[in-house]
């Protein structure tokens, strides 16, 4: 019953800094995507099963221009990217967000640091090498 009191009291008894309450990402490796390769998948699919305890890599690239994009699903969920990272090399992207969102955030935009997981992409008997984005930041 007094839950509203027990919130203030703590709120006011806490130490925490900004930067305490900041979320933070960790990655495995900052690795631009022109040293991606199908070889380099199938390497680390000999890492699992992925889960808990077993997280799959995450890389990351900074400074990486945003080509195309377009937004697909019923719930506009899915986001398919041409990205082109400083070095000229382009790739296929996707990510799963609410694709208005990103849309208003990213703005006039082009350019956002990632990070990703590379994977296979198999259709129609074609494979193609692409990224799974995790994260994202825009640059100004």
């Not at 509203?4 to 008894?13: A, E, I, P, T, Y």
């Not at 998948?41 to 690239?61: D, S």
């Not at 400083?86 to 956002?112: M, W, Y």
Request: glycine share 8%; net charge negative.
């Amino acid at each position: 019953e007094d839950i509203g009191v027990l919130r203030q009291r703590l709120n006011q008894n806490a130490a925490l800094t900004e930067e305490q309450l900041t979320e933070k990402l960790w990655i495995d490796l900052a690795l631009p995507f022109s040293h991606t390769s199908e070889a380099l998948v199938e390497e680390l699919a000999r890492l699992e099963p992925f889960g808990q305890g077993n997280e799959k890599p995450v890389f990351a690239q900074k400074n990486v221009r945003i080509l195309s994009l377009r937004i697909f699903g019923k719930n506009r969920n899915v986001i398919k990217l041409r990205l082109c990272g400083e070095e000229g090399t382009q790739r296929d992207a996707l990510l799963f967000a609410d694709g208005d969102t990103f849309l208003q955030e990213k703005g006039e935009r082009e350019c956002f640091d990632i990070l990703y997981y590379p994977e296979i992409d198999s259709y129609m008997g074609r494979n193609t090498l692409q990224l799974v984005l995790k994260g994202w930041k825009f640059r100004n």
